[in-house]
């Protein structure tokens, strides 16, 4: 992906932007940055005509001189598409005026040769999807390096394991974060291979490249080369696969940020507080000094749930009809910005939030000893299974399990005064068993494979 | 509802705006509308607990004073918003010191008083929903009072009924654009409805108003009333009925005007040619000189299928933690102003559209010849029923639009050479059933009674 | 609403249906159900239209005796409606040859007179959805019957306010209930709403209801008493608000459930433990004995989230062509029934969680004093502003919170330590502020207020 | 991908089944299938442990000769799962004392060793959507193959290209239908990859696998080889990206299906009659004896439109918490097999709709004639641009266009009598430019590069 021919201002900040429109990616799809793109297209469909002999290098050129968005007004661009549908009329316009006021009629006469409004539009919906799908890979790795790191750094510390948010057995807070890390990654992988795959789009009015006469192939096969984009087989004006795959991916790529934003909002609990936010200088409350909230994760899910609706609807905006459509494709517009501003900030907030995540992990500790030993029955479980069956020892360990609960004392004292389990385990066997941090399986090696194998992508 | 108490400007128009940000809503929803909205809230609420005697008037005046959008920097509150993760906190932060600089700290002390951040915010959005529901219901009007010219002008205008796009029994275009008013105006009645209920929002941190004391209740009734808006039974911080129920009213409206955008498209096809825009300055394409496109129904359509997407994250936002949400009230802002835009937006093209759409009946009569009179198959099939059963009467007429298909004859034609057939029924009989305009039922009563009930509502 | 002419068998239950599909609703939107409504709508049709003169009264009698589901083969009725797109012409095919055994010709070719295939779906949907939604709003009243005890019983049991998942001010679980309480009424004022406007649908092939000549009107307007259903203005074949609104209500309703389960889920968390449900056969889990699942919630989330996605789905089914859809009312069928079931296994789910509710206030009670007495810092603040000033407040109070949390204290220790702010405030004065128990505010009245609510609707 | 070890019964056809639940797909996802899926994962994970050396073969096999769904009943399992949350754990109990019945304690004691519900039930899942996933993608190449079919049969049949509905300029039904062949090409490789990518699920109660101790990984890979789905680097059981990316890919695959049966239905309608579907026992209408109906396409959209929204409940549901959701991995259940189940049938509906497709070639040329030549406008305005400039060009053609609608005559003959236009074309260059055979571009081109990319995914 070649960089935009000149960088874009950056918008002026709305009200919610501060929690809603995070990091890079609200620049990457302003309106200058939107309006750069489409004159960027124009630029390299004239020099690809001029490539493939159409017409002199030098018009291509004077064309090109004049596709610089500061060079024109969006709010009378705005203003003027309401007649025609869609800002690149009006654009091709203004355009077409520069280069003949500059280069004169001749090179005015090729101004958007051959093509159609859509192909412009669609070509700079590439162009920007692929800086911005840029910069979310990038917010991505690094919420990844983050989790990678958390993963490393906490692969022996020890944690409850929750299931529907009850205790149940051991875990480490390293495998936790390698397993936001596995989701990231993958999630990661889909969003780049959009953006690789995003092709430019010519086809003229109706996809047959008519006015390129026998020119067409070749002059797409360049207007691609010229853009860094990929080459269509076909015009897809209305077949919206390419737009579809990018959106789902950024779709499944704010789910998999708020697995991870949702996990630290919910360790961050007053009750549970086994994590906390890093940045001290956030969180406050208008009216509760005392608190910490966990803003970036918090801000994080609220860009990351706009992302199903958003996905939905680019979705049923597939069905297009005939040569173009009638609403369908206008429809992708604003749902396609919304969707990489929201997961473009989701990513931010998360990287932001992951980077300098606090773990206490002594709190860990005390959480996982809350429940009196009881998230370690399993194991008692299976190790009197050989002696005495399943089901007896089952309901050996679920008798011994409730009355540790009853008399609010620990699970192992109940073990250790039970003599059916006595006959079969010894003390010294029981106090290893009720030691969690023997009982962790393959978390190590999980922590392991996917901390290597966010390693290799890098 | 009483209007904001200064109009807010009109934001700067986008590069899509004009197509998907189209009437008075966008002006309406702006950042400075809705900092407006939440200084209006902060004054009535001075207001109101002075009014209940908890302060003197004189320090509710001196904050009301303060509380106007264009003393305050938009870019400066986003960017403190980023810490507090929303932008009340620092609006109250300014507001405290402007209070403070022009009425010293008494009146500055009971800034904001008793409220949290999303009492504000909340209400805010009830202003702010206030007005522009308000815009989107006179949309609604207007393009249901153009809706009932035409049902009026064209009760008796032919047209072929379609079902599945194939033609099917006559109807009139009358009865279709009752239809469209019919959609239209249920849908008006439930924003109306909608609008009408909207609530303030008063609760403080957790729903109690700790801060007012035994004043809590005196004060949300005042409150209420300040703003004429609905007093809420109980504060509504993580209960989130009236913005779903509000947001679905808009779906419904987009769904309503999707049904009669994609009217208007499908019959202005160059193949059926019944309709087209009016305004002559619009709609014409950059390659093809004779084209005439349906813009405003096409834009309406674009802005109406934002809806279900929308709506779909805001009924999912309903699941808010506790006294306040983790994320999910967040997620709400961004689709709740985009639904309202693109409703708006739907709406005011709708009414557009409309009003001046061109009606070709002569069109309308030669399509509902197109068939030979295949179309008044049912009406012969059921004359024929009395005197040869159903299945035979069927039969019959199945026969004779088979072989008027195939010879490319008119159905009379068939009909009048068909033994069976001229047995019970004579050429004046036939004649009389293969006349479209006598075989329209109760389509008038229809037209009436949904005009009927449109001027009653007005 | 009248009851279906027999009731409905309950369907086979499915491998997930324990979870999923809860409650009565699952056998009311049964294939038998939805058939047998659609023979109602035969029989109700015949009887109508006999009502009005244009056939004798046997004839109809004849008709609506043969309208009983068991007489009908599914199996076979779906394979015939591939080569239709439709169950109901089949249906009328197998409908006609039992009257005409029955009864004779005479009798037969009466059947199904005027309608279209459309209005006896839609109008089985109507009765079908009249009879599910009002089971729906049984189950909903249910559950707001145990809110409103919960809220009255705990109007006093002190608790955490939570916001962001962060201990904020003290509330009542009382207030928690009455707010659960307050957005269920409101929800299911609005199903009840949306189910006594079902309309019949009666419109003949594309609304005109050519067939039925002058007694078009009248026939519609029997045949709506007939079924007790209401009476639309037009036949609404494409123009979908009455199935919107349905649909839309269900969604909030789903909302309002889901917000209730979400807070029982985080409420019975191992860390936090303040409510479990009472079943004790339920929510053992295959390998830990010790735990109990809140399955009940878990369930009502798992049936309450499907229905953001179905409602877009029927809200985007609204952009219907012309006189009959091709393929957006089908597209309705399947989305329409899941929602029923989604939601009316939600409400089923929640009313028995919340029926045997158990509610630890012991635990309510300690863990609100987990932050040593932080979760008071407001009021305090709020106690020193007059004498200190707003900022200064603050500034003590969030000095003094730090220190309890640096030194792991009780907050009112510090301040009987902080000369500053033993200035102004008494020992006793502190020990009074610091006890939640007088800092509720409004909350019993709000209790008061949104019960008096609900027993006003019963 | 092995195929299950005994093939599923069809289930029962439900009364919309016919419309909505074609093709080879809901049989692949009944309960009979889904619990078989389940078997066959207990049965590889019993041989993958015993192939790492955890128990025996023979226990192994002793189990696995258990695994057939006819020896359970699932109804009784469905009642069961209520009480634990799903259906694994009854089907446990039920596994567990059908081994011990037939080979003892021993044996019985190893079922299930390790696992927890979800494992068990998301491998099935992988398993089920793993055949249902195949079968679309034979119904999407089927689809393919008759769009490729077509693509090369009407490589050179004119048609008129269509923007907006409006006619613009000529294409030919090949480039039409090579544009649909490669939207469906594109789409089926995403579900094919997706397919291949299907995980197995394995990781017990928090994803340590602990109670293997130091087999887990071992036993991980064997169980992944055994069924032929991939395996995991940790458990995935709340980082649900493989769930998302298998619907997201569905749901691109189900808006390209319903790209190609729009445009059908847009070709049928009785105004272009272009095309038509060939069966003829199917699109009667109950009414009307002389239509015939788009069943196929309309059958497939009604398929297609569902996706959005189950697509989009699937993305909300990627938010699970902690090792195991509460309600999120439940909220998947349902719209994963109305996903697969709609857009099978969409796509079983497609591939028939486009095996016997009929095209009316003089249909489309009598079409492309409608506009009186106005659609080579765009050509005669390129063609004048040398001569004359493109602004004076381009008003030269439209102002002949304007005459030529105004007089109702063709463009040509205005062309032929308009001296400022005859300046510069003979009427030789003028009567070829308005041959729109000889304006086709690139189409054929366009064609052969899809067809060929298309043969080589064979």
Redesign the interface.
Known sequence: MRPSSSPSEPP?????????A?GPVPALVS?AA??QAMLDAEAALARAEAAVGIFPAAYAEAIATACHADRYD??R?????????????PL?RAL?ALVQAAAG?DA??WV?FGA??QDVLDTATGIVAGHAGTAIVNDLRNAGDAAARLARDHATTLM?????????????FG??A???L??LD??TD?VWAAVSALPVQLG???????????H??AV?GEFARQLGLSE?????H?????V??FA??L??A???I??V???V??L?????GEVSEG?P???????????????A?????????????????L??????????????W??E???LR?LLV?TGSAAAWLADCLSDLQVDAARMGS?LG??GG??L???I??AL??AV??LEA?DL??AA??R??EENIELLDVLLATSEIRDHLKEDDLRRLMDPAT?????A??VD??VA?HEALR
């Not at 961050?268 to 549970?272: F, L, N, P």
């Open positions: 002026a900040a709305g009200l919610f932007d501060a929690v809603l995070r309106d939107w309006l969006v709010t661009l705005s203003a003027e598409a309401a007649d025609s549908g869609n800002p690149v009329i091709v077409t009629d005015a006469g958007h159609t409004s409850a394991g929750r299931t529907l948010l009850q205790q149940a057995t051991p875990t480490t495998l936790a390698a397993t936001w596995d989701g993958r999630a889909d003229g009015a109706t996809g047959t490249l008519a006015s390129l006469g026998p067409g192939v797409l269509p087989v076909v015009a897809w209305t077949s919206r696969v390419p579809a795959r789902t991916a779709g499944v704010s789910g998999a708020a697995k934003a949702g996990d909002v919910h961050a609990q007053t009750e549970i940045n200088a956030r969180g406050g409350s208008s009216t509760m000094p005392h608190k910490r909230n966990p803003v994760a918090v801000s994080a899910l609220a860009g990351a749930r706009q992302a199903p609706g958003l996905v939905a609807t979705l049923a905006s597939m069905e297009q009809e005939h040569q173009r459509a009638a609403g369908a206008h429809a517009w604003q749902p919304s929201s959480n809350l429940t009881l998230v029955g399993e194991r479980s299976t299974q050989p069956g399943r089952h360990v679920a399990s409730r540790a609960v009982y962790l399986g393959s978390a090696v999980f494979r996917a194998r």
